[in-house]
């Protein structure tokens, strides 16, 4: 049996002893300082190490959990944490395509380029600065402190930059308008100089008498001519200047949107900062539009189109003509997600009446099922058809009770609508 050595006063004690017999030393300080370890001491630490490791709470993985939407046949995933961004993505498209409404309503209710601009810019100034401050103030609320010109500065909100295009052109047709006001009076201040009629004295007046009839006698004519000049040149500059209020209402408008959706950049980027996402979701709108415009133009049948456009808006989901699209190839699937899809990024107010129109079209098509509609296909439409489907929508808006009936060619877009689809998707009724 080996000796322990006691760390008290060295001596070598024997490990039965509870105590050193020279100093009194505990023994269970031996094993601590001494030179070997005992049996007792080498199986405790066997079972210590054939238990299992203890995690701390602090360091323990943490269980992520996802959802996901059904769009058609594919799902798309996220991590719940990206809630709060999805909200915040949602909710400052939904203010931008509300002002930018705004601003073209504004803009097509004046009669003049002018006025429009300037209607459009006081509610683009005031719109903006409110967004600003609201949106300083969340900063604020989560310990971000800056001003309102520090946040506009930051993050380049120049609503002046989208209208100096349209400015620069409307003073061009000013400047030719003046020029050619200028032109008109020169032109009529030359009429008064003699027409010479010879040489000398005698030709001078000669001359000076054919001038003075000359110019006496035309006044009255030269009035209509003057006129018929000025409401020609008034022509003129109107169209130029219908131009320019044509060719650039969209940037005008626009450019209130587009500031707001600046505002939305330089709120993320600070709220980033601050940690105030626990996640977010990577979106690439270029990678996104590039796909999309390649599949339209290359898709060989529609499944291929809508699992491109489903990848499409799970890189960036706030592109209008992407959703659209998405929509109407939805259009064949019975339990597809989509407004839940919507509700998730905020977007559903974009498509108001979608469960409501979701919901009367699966009932459309239950109905037509229970008519047994199989009995012939619209491959080869011919006249049957249509006259027994044009009974059967008339039946159906009976049975659930719709408002009205739809007139003559509202039944007749229903009608090939149904028909377009049921040839786009090759089924057979």
């Not at 031996?30 to 299992?52: C, L």
């Not at 003699?194 to 000398?200: A, E, N, R, S, V």
């Not at 390649?294 to 209008?320: H, Y």
């Not at 159906?396 to 007749?412: A, C, F, H, M, N």
């Amino acid at each position: 049996m080996a000796l322990l050595k006691c760390p008290d006063c060295g001596k070598m004690v024997s490990p039965r002893v509870e105590n050193c017999p020279f100093c009194g030393c505990p023994s269970k300080f031996f094993a601590q300082e001494g030179e070997n370890i005992s049996e007792n001491s080498k199986e405790e630490e066997r079972i210590d190490k054939e238990k299992p490791e203890e995690v701390p709470e602090e360091e323990e993985e943490e269980t992520v959990e996802n959802i996901y939407f059904s769009l058609g046949k594919k799902r798309i995933f996220y991590d719940v944490r990206t809630a709060d961004f999805a909200a915040m993505f949602g909710d400052y498209r939904k203010l931008a395509d509300g002002v930018l409404e705004e601003a073209l309503q504004r803009y097509n209710s004046e009669d003049s380029f002018e006025s429009a601009l300037n209607s459009v810019r006081n509610y683009a100034e005031a719109i903006i600065d409110s967004t600003v401050t609201a949106s300083v103030k969340f900063l604020y609320d989560h310990h971000a402190i800056m001003t309102n010109s520090e946040f506009i500065g930051r993050y380049e909100i120049d609503y002046d930059y989208y209208t100096r295009d349209a400015e620069q052109a409307y003073r061009s047709v000013m400047d030719e308008k003046r020029e050619m006001q200028a032109y008109r009076v020169a032109e009529k201040a030359s009429r008064g100089r003699w027409q010479g009629g010879g040489f000398g004295l005698k030709g001078a007046i000669k001359g000076a008498v054919q001038a003075g009839a000359l110019n006496m006698g035309s006044d009255f004519l030269h009035s209509f001519g003057d006129a018929a000049k000025a409401s020609q040149d008034n022509r003129v500059i109107q169209g130029k200047a219908n131009g320019v209020y044509q060719q650039y209402r969209a940037q005008i408008c626009g450019g209130v949107y587009f500031c707001i959706l600046e505002i939305y950049d330089g709120m993320v980027t600070e709220l980033k900062k601050l940690h105030f996402f626990e996640k977010i979701v990577p979106l690439d709108e270029k990678k996104a539009e590039m796909l999309f415009e390649a599949t339209m133009q290359n898709a060989s049948s529609d499944k291929e189109k809508l699992d491109n456009i489903i990848v499409c808006i799970g890189m960036f989901p706030g592109n209008r003509k992407i959703t659209d699209e998405l929509m109407l190839l939805l259009s064949g699937y019975r339990n597809d997600e989509f407004g839940e899809w919507l509700e998730f990024w905020h977007l559903d107010y974009r498509y108001p009446n979608y469960k409501e129109n979701k919901k009367s079209a699966e009932e459309f098509d239950d109905f037509m099922i229970e008519k047994g509609v199989r009995q012939f296909t619209f491959r080869d439409p011919n006249v049957a058809p249509y006259v027994q489907l044009r009974k059967w929508i008339y039946e159906y808006y009976e049975k659930y009770s719709v408002d009205s009936i739809p007139g003559t060619s509202q039944l007749t877009d229903i009608i090939k609508d149904y028909y377009k689809y049921f040839v786009r998707t090759g089924k057979t009724l």
